[in-house]
């Protein structure tokens, strides 16, 4: 069956829009992508019927409320195939995720103890790490890539040491592409006793996200990257991590007793939800997520395979570019340069035309040393993007070299 | 010519383009001419980092008046310093101070100065007042 392109692009109102004067090709998604009008009205849906706090009142909308909270829970546990339910936490995003993983796991880390990551991280899986090592004198270290972008799997395995006491790696790089082995990487950990943290931002949306399977102890995302609102993503821990470690933030909701001496804290997932959380939100990703379930993720992957194939074909028949991240498995990320060209330039007249790139270091300035750029352009696809949009876009490249040459 | 006199006939000189495309090859045409600094300026003490391109900016006083020099590795970034200097250079401190930067929203390029672009222009527009104020302090005294 023909993957259904066109009824998709139907599905987001935004699409259809024109950017100075020319239909919009939007090809920004490892950034964020576009909301669905089934994400939209569910929102929407929820302040107009809805709203009212959780967990709280015992009137009906805070049952009603309260109710489809836990759904959306449910569904995000069944979505990545978690155990449980509990296991599922609501943050803010990505970040919010690796930082509350951060500060709680603070004090089994000591002084020269060490901390694992790759190359190829965003800064947000990165900086959090670098932070805690610097305060509690831990080292950090850096599993290197080569110049096609894959990981050095000797190397890391070489890495481990007895005082190893998380690697964090992310699923997909938002630069390169690059899906890293995470099965293979967290078997190799778990070998050693080092739990495993995975960046999953740039995953959700686009492959199959087992976390049974990959067996990995905390992986995180964003809802707005996988067609989701934005300020809302999930911190997927094994229950087993969540029952020991200390809650992240204090406050109502995360409490089961307080007196003014002492308080003892809830249960999981709710000890690491201090605070109203975004009930919003959560119904929104849940029905993003049931919008990527019904196309069907498998269905998804091929389709922006065939896409970036066709690009990778198409952008390499221009003089002096370098397609920057060349790795064996990568999928729906296409980053490049072009010799003598400044990436800032080309973005500026590819916007003239309605063609939405990202340029620049991608919040990854460690990765854009190691490939002796100052940035790179990035094109990211998502479901609703078509070959048509490609040739636009090639088109428009060929117009903004010209006037740059 | 004063500020206001410079900003104007920029606004002028753009009112030509009719389309997207002449105005910005006109901006990468004054983007390619010589280098706006003098080389040994080029360094890490006279860069304004933006994430998205580099800016290099330096100045120097001349009878009371402010000369500013600068560069960018964007040939875009270059083009639009080179609309910036054209317009403050060689003007007083105070004349400096006081500018406001509204003939590149006329000519269709304030997208440019938001912050959020983050390509040094508006680090550069920073400093650039800030060495005006600056000299100004230090003349006052």
């Known amino acids: 069956m023909a993957f259904p392109v066109t009824q998709i692009r139907s599905d987001f109102p935004i699409l259809s829009q024109k950017v100075n004067n020319k239909p919009l090709v939007y090809f920004d998604n490892a950034a964020t992508t576009q909301k669905p009008l089934a994400v939209i009205n569910r929102i929407s849906d929820y302040y107009k019927t809805e709203n009212s706090n959780v967990h709280r009142g015992n009137h009906y909308l805070s049952q009603i409320a309260s109710d489809h909270f836990e759904n959306a829970r449910k569904y995000v546990a069944g ?100 899906i890293n082995p995470i099965k293979e990487i967290v078997n190799i950990a778990h070998k050693h006793g080092v739990p495993v943290l995975v960046d999953g931002a740039q995953a959700l949306a686009h492959i199959s996200v087992d976390v049974n399977n990959l067996d990995c102890d905390f992986y995180t995302f964003s809802a707005h990257k996988a067609y989701g609102p934005m300020g809302m993503g999930v911190l997927y821990g094994k229950s ?119 340029t620049g270091t991608h919040c ?35 117009k903004a070299v010209n006037m740059l040459s | 010519m004063t500020i206001q006199e410079k900003a104007k006939s920029v606004i002028d000189e753009f009112a030509i383009f009719d389309d997207w495309m002449d105005k910005y090859s006109y901006l990468i045409e004054l983007g390619k001419e010589l280098p706006l600094i003098d080389e040994k300026h080029k360094n890490q003490t006279y860069l304004i980092s933006g994430c998205q391109s580099r800016v290099w900016l330096h100045a120097e006083e001349n009878n009371g008046k402010i000369i500013f020099t600068a560069d960018s590795d964007a ?67």
Request: glycine content about 6%; proline content about 4%; overall charge neutral.
């Open chain 2, 75 to 141: 040939v875009i970034t270059k083009g639009i310093i080179s609309l910036l200097i054209r317009v403050l250079s060689g003007s007083s401190p105070a004349k400096i101070i006081a500018a406001d930067f509204s003939f590149l929203d006329e000519i269709g390029l304030k997208a440019h100065l938001s912050p959020t672009r983050a390509n040094g222009l508006v680090s550069m527009i920073k400093q650039m007042k800030l060495y005006a104020r600056a000299l100004q302090l230090k003349s006052n005294r």
């Open chain 1, 240 to 358: 087993v991590w969540l029952e020991q470690l200390p809650p992240y933030q204090y406050g109502g909701e995360m409490i089961k007793n307080v007196t003014f001496e002492k308080t003892t804290f809830n249960n999981i997932p709710y000890k690491y939800e201090a605070g109203t959380p975004d009930v919003a939100g959560a119904l929104g990703l849940e029905t993003a997520l049931n919008y990527i379930k019904k196309i069907g993720i498998n269905n998804i992957r091929e389709y922006e395979d065939q896409l970036l194939a066709y690009a990778t074909e198409k952008i390499t028949e221009i003089d002096g570019v370098r397609i920057v991240g060349k790795a064996k498995d990568k999928t729906a990320v296409l980053s490049f340069v072009i010799n003598g060209i400044h990436p800032y330039d080309l973005g500026t007249l590819l916007d003239q035309m309605g063609v939405a790139v990202r």
């Open chain 1, 79 to 178: 979505f990545i195939n978690a155990t449980s339910e509990k296991e599922i936490i609501f943050t803010k995003g990505t970040t919010d995720s690796i930082n509350l993983v951060a500060s709680t796991i603070a004090e089994w880390v000591k002084p020269n103890d060490n901390i694992i990551i790759t190359a190829m991280e965003h800064h947000s899986n990165l900086v959090p790490w670098q932070q805690l090592c610097i305060k509690q004198k831990a080292n950090l270290k850096v599993v290197p890539i080569d110049y096609d972008g894959n990981l050095d799997m000797d190397a890391m395995k070489k890495m481990i040491t007895p005082s190893t006491k998380l690697l964090a790696v992310t699923h997909i790089s938002n630069v390169l592409g690059t």
């Open chain 1, 364 to 398: 990854a300035q460690p990765l854009m040393e190691y490939f002796g750029v100052s940035g790179t352009i990035r094109t990211s696809f998502g479901l609703y993007n078509t070959q048509q949009e490609v040739d636009v876009f090639i088109d428009a490249l060929k």
